[in-house]
């Protein structure tokens, strides 16, 4: 009769011999098979396994040992069953007694976050506008980042180095010196392409999207392509009108010298 206890506080041998058959992929795989299907012969299982059945033959022997499986003949065939009973033994010597109120939080934690960012991710749309602007690449990315120059057609100063890694601000042009925007520039190619985050300027704002602006020069005429990503639906609503009026705005501003009318800003 097998001892499945713990004496004198020595794990018995045959605990030993579980957690050694367990410690093997191929076996933990044999055992997955068994589950699948209890009742198997050993061509059923090297089916599913790359490798001899001499070696096969060998892992199941241990898995025998362990008491992990069973065997029984039906007529010619030797069929191999799965025994869970020393796992169950395991689970309630260090997972039931211990670990499993942990465990259920732990998971409960996870899933919930995973809902959450399921949920996040579904919620968030992405907005892109595409313009094209006679000018070269030098002059649109400097419409795009000099102060002065986004004070003129956009009624806000984007103010930065915009170096990786350096914060940026939308500072009202009505010397209040308040901004209503704020983030990090994420990538900065002159002229070529500019990533920067955006949220709220008080840095406590937990909805961040990202804007990607991408400048490509064909004769004398720019595609500026921009992607607002990461826009929960009532920023989504807020980005799709105002970005059509800047990058008009921008484009006439480029070409003519001056921007739209103030009454046509809607800004």
């Known amino acids: 009769m097998q001892v499945n206890a713990c004496l004198n506080g020595v794990v018995a041998p045959d605990v030993d011999l579980v957690f050694k058959a367990l410690a093997d992929p191929t076996r933990r795989l044999l055992l997955d098979r068994l589950r699948e299907q209890d009742g198997q012969t050993l061509g059923e299982l090297c089916e599913h396994l790359d490798m001899a059945r001499q070696s096969a033959t060998q892992h199941l022997g241990v898995l025998e040992a362990a008491n992990l499986i069973s065997t029984r003949r039906q007529g010619r065939q030797k069929l191999h069953h799965l025994n869970v009973v020393p796992l169950h033994e395991i689970q309630e010597r260090w997972i039931d007694r211990f670990e499993r109120p942990r465990l259920r939080a732990l998971s409960a934690i996870k899933q919930r976050a995973e809902e959450a960012m399921s949920d996040t991710k579904q919620d968030t749309q992405t907005y892109v506008y595409v313009t094209y602007i006679e000018a070269s690449p030098e002059a649109v990315w400097e419409a795009l980042t000099d102060p002065d120059a986004t004070a003129a057609y956009w009624g806000h100063r984007n103010e930065s180095d915009w170096q990786p890694g350096s914060t940026w601000q939308h500072v009202r042009n009505d010397g209040s010196g308040i901004s209503d925007v704020a983030g990090t520039v994420v990538e900065s190619d002159p002229p070529n392409r500019l990533v920067t985050t955006w949220a709220g300027a008080d840095g406590n704002d937990p909805d961040v999207s990202t ?20 826009l929960i639906p009532d920023h989504y609503r807020q980005i799709s009108g105002g970005w059509p009026v800047v990058l008009s705005n921008l484009k006439s501003y480029l070409e003519t010298g001056s921007p739209l009318p103030p009454d046509l800003w809607g800004l």
Do not use: F, P
Request: negative net charge; hydrophobic residues 40%.
């Open 211 to 230: 804007v990607t602006m991408d400048l490509k020069a064909s004769g004398s005429v720019v595609k500026l392509t921009v992607t607002h990503e990461d």
